[in-house]
């Protein structure tokens, strides 16, 4: 049975005003994220933060209004196969609502376990050719390790904090355009906005003792800000030359601790990402479907390494060794 596309995407949109609203009236991110994915959240009080009694009622309404939807959207999807709506919803072409674990649950493809079933550590590899990577890893869903990838990148003499702080604060409109096109995660940090981040104390972005410590990542949409990245990095050696990168360019940074929480992406393209400066341990699980005959397994990823990674097929956390700032930049191919 079809649900006629116009009620898919009045739906669809009103899951977008809702979700826009909850944002407009001052609910937190973490807080609207929690609430996609159907968790149960408990707004604590926390210094410089309160909610006065008014604006509560209205959050737990729209709360319990969004849970509500998601669920209706979630069960039709399934239901009348809408789910490529649900997943254009989600990555972001009408609407961005990142991390949202209960919907994209729904829309997944499942995992074809045989990408796993003998790996046991993750493949690494030094000058390897763009027919082998082709042949072994680059659609295959199986990561691999590539050493010293980045040689000729004068990004490795380049980005750092203030790199990215001075290039953002100078292109017009690109924090802008990261609040409203792009996509920013504070992790465990306080940070709402890229811009916040930059605003932080010398002292904090030198991780100086007795400061705070954060990890953040974003992906970039801004063309003056892409072009400029990309005078420092070229596409990776090995990806062949018919493969079209993303014009994302997704960048983390930060410092030693837990990187990124255990999450799947829904992104549907594999990913790259460069070890610009900093090291790296990523944790590959399975997803459940291929827990029987998969294994979890750990990589680190040195300065100058290239990770590739399906993160639609692999559940990932990261964590950031201590030392060096942790700066890393990739993108998705096809
Ligand atoms: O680099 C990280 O800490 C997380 C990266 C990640 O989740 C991704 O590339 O999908
Ligand atoms: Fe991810």
């Given at each position: 049975?079809?649900?006629?596309?116009?009620?898919?995407?009045?739906?669809?949109?009103?899951?977008?005003?809702?979700?826009?609203?909850?944002?407009?009236?001052?609910?937190?991110?973490?807080?609207?994220?929690?609430?996609?994915?159907?968790?149960?959240?408990?707004?604590?009080?926390?210094?410089?933060?309160?909610?006065?009694?008014?604006?509560?009622?209205?959050?737990?309404?729209?709360?319990?209004?969004?849970?509500?939807?998601?669920?209706?959207?979630?069960?039709?999807?399934?239901?009348?196969?809408?789910?490529?709506?649900?997943?254009?919803?989600?990555?972001?072409?009408?609407?961005i609502?990142?991390?949202?674990?209960?919907?994209?649950?729904?829309?997944?493809?499942?995992?074809?376990?045989?990408?796993?079933?003998?790996?046991?550590?993750?493949?690494?590899?030094?000058?390897?050719?763009?027919?082998?990577?082709?042949?072994?890893?680059?659609?295959?869903?199986?990561?691999?390790?590539?050493?010293?990838?980045?040689?000729?990148?004068?990004?490795?003499?380049?980005?750092?904090?203030?790199?990215?702080?001075?290039?953002?604060?100078?292109?017009?409109g690109?924090l802008h355009a990261v609040e409203e096109d792009c996509?920013?995660?504070?992790?465990?940090?306080?940070?709402?906005t890229?811009?916040?981040?930059?605003?932080?104390?010398?002292?904090?972005?030198?991780?100086?003792?007795?400061?705070?410590?954060?990890?953040?990542?974003?992906?970039?949409c801004h063309?003056?800000?892409?072009?400029?990245?990309?005078?420092?990095?070229?596409?990776?050696?090995?990806?062949?030359?018919?493969?079209?990168?993303?014009?994302?360019?997704?960048?983390?940074?930060?410092?030693?601790?837990?990187?990124?929480?255990?999450?799947?992406?829904?992104?549907?393209?594999?990913?790259?990402?460069?070890?610009?400066?900093?090291?790296?341990?990523?944790?590959?699980?399975?997803?459940?479907?291929?827990?029987?005959?998969?294994?979890?397994?750990?990589?680190?990823?040195?300065?100058?390494?290239?990770?590739?990674?399906?993160?639609?097929?692999?559940?990932?956390?990261?964590?950031?060794?201590?030392?060096?700032?942790?700066?890393?930049?990739?993108?998705?191919?096809?």
């Amino acid at each position: 049975m079809e649900l006629k596309s116009d009620a898919k995407l009045k739906l669809i949109d009103k899951f977008c005003e809702l979700h826009k609203e909850a944002t407009k009236r001052g609910l937190r991110r973490d807080v609207i994220h929690a609430v996609f994915q159907g968790k149960i959240v408990r707004v604590t009080k926390e210094p410089g933060y309160r909610l006065d009694p008014w604006l509560t009622k209205v959050t737990w309404g729209l709360a319990i209004v969004i849970v509500v939807l998601a669920t209706v959207l979630g069960i039709l999807a399934h239901q009348f196969d809408f789910k490529e709506e649900v997943t254009m919803l989600v990555k972001g072409s009408r609407c961005i609502v990142d991390n949202n674990g209960f919907l994209m649950e729904i829309a997944r493809p499942k995992t074809n376990c045989h990408i796993c079933e003998n790996l046991v550590t993750v493949p690494v590899e030094n000058n390897i050719s763009t027919e082998d990577f082709l042949q072994k890893y680059a659609y295959t869903a199986v990561p691999v390790l590539v050493k010293e990838a980045t040689r000729k990148w004068s990004a490795m003499d380049t980005f750092s904090f203030r790199f990215f702080r001075d290039l953002y604060t100078s292109v017009n409109g690109s924090l802008h355009a990261v609040e409203e096109d792009c996509q920013f995660f504070p992790y465990k940090t306080e940070f709402e906005t890229l811009e916040e981040v930059f605003n932080m104390t010398e002292e904090r972005a030198d991780f100086k003792d007795g400061e705070k410590l954060w990890y953040v990542g974003w992906s970039n949409c801004h063309p003056g800000v892409s072009s400029v990245l990309r005078e420092h990095y070229q596409k990776p050696y090995f990806l062949p030359n018919d493969t079209e990168s993303s014009a994302l360019d997704w960048i983390f940074m930060g410092g030693t601790g837990l990187g990124a929480f255990i999450h799947l992406d829904y992104v549907q393209r594999p990913s790259w990402q460069a070890q610009i400066s900093g090291v790296k341990t990523w944790s590959l699980i399975p997803t459940p479907e291929c827990e029987h005959v998969c294994q979890s397994m750990n990589v680190t990823v040195q300065k100058g390494d290239i990770f590739v990674v399906d993160t639609n097929q692999w559940y990932h956390a990261t964590y950031i060794h201590p030392g060096e700032i942790s700066i890393t930049i990739g993108s998705e191919y096809d």
